[in-house]
């Protein structure tokens, strides 16, 4: 269940947390944050949460994301009675909330993940401190180079790296949970790309607090009130 999504399929989760009804609301993520959001949802006990993922891949197609989540929310929509969306604008120039405005889908706030990771006023910090900064999730660590040196034809054309990173002054990794392989691969990532590491610990708190707000507030206002 908490297994890594490869970045080249999908990936359906019914629920993390071992639900004993059928969820009524569905999350639509990006396949690089499946892990993540899964242990977010499994650690918080939230078992009316459905999970879909595109794959990770897109990233390297933005101009394809906005119509692969439509048709993930129009294929759903009858099932669940909310359907949230864990993407940032992610290179879509927009679209993708054009899009998620007509649907009446509410996504999560940032440009991107690491912004939501590291938190809106953190990464804003990091950004004015450093402009050239290039950014590591675990899941980019996890595959560097199918993402980021294949993706970019930098296993065939080597020489380019200068004219991708050139700019570039440094790498932050905004780890998720501690772990010592993803660590020295992260530096082995760093010093492909000539430029030194830091790590920021971000944990699980920004997609946490979105599906509290959102996917939440509602059904605990309900038991409050209840109460």
């Not at 993540?36 to 794959?55: D, F, G, K, Q, R």
């Not at 509410?106 to 050239?132: K, N, T, V």
């Not at 993706?151 to 949970?177: I, M, S, T």
Request: net charge negative.
């Amino acid at each position: 269940m908490l297994a890594v999504a490869d970045p080249d399929e999908g990936f359906e989760a019914q629920s993390a947390a071992g639900n004993k009804a059928a969820p009524d609301t569905l999350v639509i993520a990006c396949g690089a944050l499946a892990k993540e959001l899964l242990a977010a949802i499994s650690l918080n006990s939230w078992s009316h949460l459905a999970v879909t993922c595109l794959p990770a891949i897109l990233h390297n197609r933005p101009e394809r994301i906005t119509e692969a989540v439509r048709r993930k929310i129009r294929a759903n929509r009858r099932r669940y009675r909310r359907i949230l969306c864990l993407y940032g604008d992610c290179g879509t120039g927009g679209r993708l909330d054009e899009m998620l405005t007509e649907e009446g889908v509410e996504r999560i706030e940032g440009a991107h993940c690491y912004a939501f990771y590291a938190g809106l006023d953190s990464f804003d910090a990091m950004m004015e401190e450093e402009i050239g900064t290039f950014f590591l999730t675990d899941y980019l660590v996890r595959f560097f180079d199918r993402l980021v040196i294949e993706g970019l034809g930098l296993d065939r054309h080597p020489e380019l790296l200068g004219d991708y990173f050139g700019n570039y002054k440094r790498v932050v990794w905004l780890a998720q949970a501690p772990d010592a392989d993803l660590e020295a691969r992260a530096l082995a990532a760093a010093a492909r790309l000539g430029l030194p590491l830091e790590r920021r610990m971000t944990g699980l708190s920004g997609l946490e607090t979105f599906l509290r707000q959102r996917a939440l507030g509602e059904v605990e206002r309900e038991r409050s009130g209840a109460g």
